[in-house]
């Protein structure tokens, strides 16, 4: 198979596996992707609901959208691609670090190690304060005119989400785990949107190995591609791993 860990050739404390997932792999768990045909962006200006400026314009219509994503995610489950991924870091412990651009916990849910899971884009179970910076766990609608606990501020408690125009978190770190890899795979993402778009490439400058799982291809960027269903591609790829590392 050639994708686990060459011994020796990494730093036992860096992960050999780095997981970037996006959208795609909560598809079947009945979370909308953007892109796809019927996804958020044929609904939604991205401009008016996923920018900092379009909060300021217009914080009710920022609010009501992610208040019905939070709906819809409280009513979603993990499904097996994420349970997948969970059984990876639970038999590897260390070895595998999923970077996901979905603001969703399933991963989590499923059983993922919360340490070695990293929301570039922000989690949507959690809220700021744009007054303070404090944050905190939210699983309620969330109002123009919420209270944050910590100052007292009114008005300025938001989605904790990554907008466009503001930096995606933990970036160092996900830079030096890509670095790093020996085996770096892409998992439902269209890879349209940077920095996350750019892993790939390096990871190949640092001689990882490449591969994609998607419903379809997104580049030839990748050594290899496999297309298919989340829930089919990733538990298959899985136990390829586990057999080909046991
Ligand atoms: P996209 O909607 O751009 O892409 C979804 C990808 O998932 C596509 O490549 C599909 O082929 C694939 N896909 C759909 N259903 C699938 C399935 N059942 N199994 C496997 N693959 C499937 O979503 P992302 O690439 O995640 O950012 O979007 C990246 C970022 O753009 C998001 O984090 C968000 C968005 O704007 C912000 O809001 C900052």
């Excluded at 995606?168 to 778009?197: H, K, W």
């Excluded at 591609?225 to 390829?240: F, L, M, N, Q, S």
Aim: with cysteine; proline share 4%; charged share 25%.
């Amino acid at each position: 198979m050639g994708e686990t860990a060459e011994p020796g050739r990494k730093r036992a404390e860096t992960p050999s596996i780095v997981i970037l997932t996006g959208a795609g792999i909560s598809a079947e768990s009945g979370l909308g992707t953007f892109r796809d045909k019927d996804g958020l962006w044929s609904r939604y200006d991205l401009e008016e609901v996923a920018t900092p400026q379009g909060f300021a314009r217009n914080p009710k219509l920022v609010q009501e959208f992610y208040n019905a994503r939070r709906k819809n995610l409280l009513d979603a489950k993990p499904n097996a691609a994420h349970e997948a991924l969970a059984k990876l870091q639970r038999e590897r412990p260390g070895h595998a670090l999923i970077v996901t651009q979905n603001i969703d916990d399933l991963h989590e849910r499923a059983g993922a190690d919360p340490q070695d899971v990293i929301h570039m884009h922000g989690e949507l179970l959690k809220a700021h304060c744009n007054a303070c910076g404090a944050r905190r766990d939210w699983r309620e609608d969330l109002s123009i005119e919420a209270r944050c606990d910590a100052c007292g501020a009114v008005g300025a408690m938001r989605p904790s989400v990554v907008w466009f125009g503001e930096y995606p978190l933990e970036m160092a770190r996900i830079e030096e785990a890509v670095e790093n890899a020996s085996l770096f795979v892409s998992i439902g993402t269209s890879g349209q949107v940077y920095p996350a778009a750019g892993y790939v490439e390096i990871a190949q400058i640092h001689g990882a190995r490449t591969l994609e799982l998607n419903l379809e291809r997104s580049s030839s960027s990748f050594d290899e591609a496999r297309t298919g269903k989340a829930t089919d591609i990733v538990p298959a790829w899985v136990e390829e791993i586990l057999a080909a590392s046991a």
